[in-house]
């Protein structure tokens, strides 16, 4: 079975400044995805970033950026010049290709804060 | 973008008493819809899938005859809480995809509260 862990149940970074979130993974699978998503206290979910597992290259969103290590099976997210606005809880998530339907697992979240 | 609307956003029932909430697809047709728990400060847990025209596929350990979900066209799933008790209290969200495997649109989430 596929399980997605998010080891940093907190953490908190200056406004302006860099902070890393850790997701790994476990599948046996080859083809996947792998998503970033937030939950700001609106509770509302929103993509933040994707990756197809077969693609080397990192995905970057603007001040968002991904570090893939498929032989690790890691997936963490970079976000550059924190905004008060990236206060929220981040969840990774793990989806499978194909598979009939496609179904997210999501890991237990990380609850960033940024701090002014 | 791709919307889905979700409604209540919040409802507060009394114990024993049945709760409708309802996500319509907005300028796509949602096919599939999945239902997701979430407990406060938790991950979304999966519910069920539910498609358009068939029965719902409700994952491990999820009651059936608790969680009533219904796919009654391409726009609109529903998901209807039966005899709510104070334990079902949690926040249910819809999501349906709208770009394959590579994106999927979220509803807004219901806070339900039974009393």
């Known amino acids: 079975a596929q399980t997605v862990t998010q080891s940093q149940p907190e953490m908190s970074v200056q406004e302006a400044e860099t902070v890393t979130l850790s997701c790994t993974y476990d599948?046996?699978?080859?083809?996947?995805?792998l998503f970033w998503y937030k939950q700001p206290p609106s509770r509302q979910m929103i993509l933040v970033i994707r990756?197809?597992?077969?693609?080397?290259q990192n995905a970057t969103e603007n001040r968002f950026s991904v570090n893939f290590q498929k032989a690790a099976k890691s997936f963490s997210l970079k976000i550059s010049d924190s905004q008060l606005g990236d206060t929220a809880m981040y969840f990774c998530?793990?989806?499978?290709?194909?598979?009939?339907?496609?179904?997210?697992?999501f890991g237990t979240g990380t609850r960033l804060k940024v701090l002014a | 973008g791709a919307v889905v609307s979700q409604h209540p956003s919040r409802v507060i029932c009394k114990s024993g008493t049945s709760v409708k909430i309802e996500c319509r697809s907005l300028?796509?047709?949602?096919?599939?819809m999945f239902w997701y728990r979430q407990f406060p400060k938790k991950s979304l847990m999966l519910m069920a899938t539910?498609?358009?025209?068939?029965?719902?596929?409700?994952e491990q350990g999820v009651e059936k005859d608790k969680f009533l979900i219904n796919h009654a066209s391409l726009t609109l799933s529903t998901l209807t809480v039966t005899s709510a008790h104070p334990e079902d209290s949690s926040f249910y969200i819809c999501?349906?995809?709208?770009?394959?495997?590579?994106?999927?649109?979220f509803g807004s989430g219901t806070r339900l509260t039974v009393v």
């Open positions: 999501s349906a995809p709208v770009d394959g495997p590579m994106g999927y649109t």
């Open positions: 539910s498609n358009e025209g068939s029965k719902a596929t409700y």
């Open positions: 300028d796509f047709q949602a096919t599939t």
């Open positions: 998530a793990f989806m499978k290709r194909p598979s009939g339907t496609y179904k997210y697992i």
């Open positions: 599948t046996s699978e080859s083809n996947y995805y």
């Open positions: 990756q197809e597992a077969y693609k080397q």
